[in-house]
Nanobody, 124 residues
Framework: QAQLTQSGGGLVQAGGSLRLSCAAS????????MGWFRQAPGEERDVVGY????????VYGDSVKGRFAISRDNRQNMFYLQMNNLKPEDTAVYYC?????????????????WGQGTQVTVSS
């Protein structure tokens, strides 16, 4: 049974950093598109970025470019989101996700497996 288990997150002041981790089990980790998404209250789930496994390249949403970094460890089946220079507008529940396909990786509907979500709150 495929499962994604998240850790990390919490409360941080603006300008601070946090690291989210996502442990994958029960799926072929190194052949899956992995994504990070976030959802603020009253808003749609939006892509933070994703790992394009066909060329081992991270791709970022415009709002986090230059501040966030995605990485993965295929040996440990781990997926990470390093968040630097956090802003109050980054406050949301963050999710990791895995997809069988490489089609439309920014669309959350393309992802079959999801982590449980973790709250990130950035105070001003």
């Amino acid at each position: 049974q495929a499962q994604l288990t998240q850790s990390g997150g919490g409360l941080v002041q603006a300008g601070g950093s946090l690291r989210l981790s996502c442990a994958a089990s029960g799926l072929t980790f190194n052949s899956r598109t992995m994504g990070w998404f976030r959802q603020a209250p009253g808003e749609e789930r939006d892509v933070v970025g994703y790992w394009r496994y066909v060329d081992e390249t991270p791709v970022y949403g415009d709002s986090v470019k230059g501040r966030f970094a995605i990485s993965r460890d295929n040996r440990q089946n781990m997926f990470y989101l390093q968040m630097n220079n956090l802003k109050p507008e980054d406050t949301a529940v963050y999710y990791c996700a895995a997809s069988r396909t490489t089609v439309l990786p920014k669309n959350p509907l393309q992802y079959e497996w999801w982590g449980q979500g973790t709250q990130v709150t950035v105070s001003s």
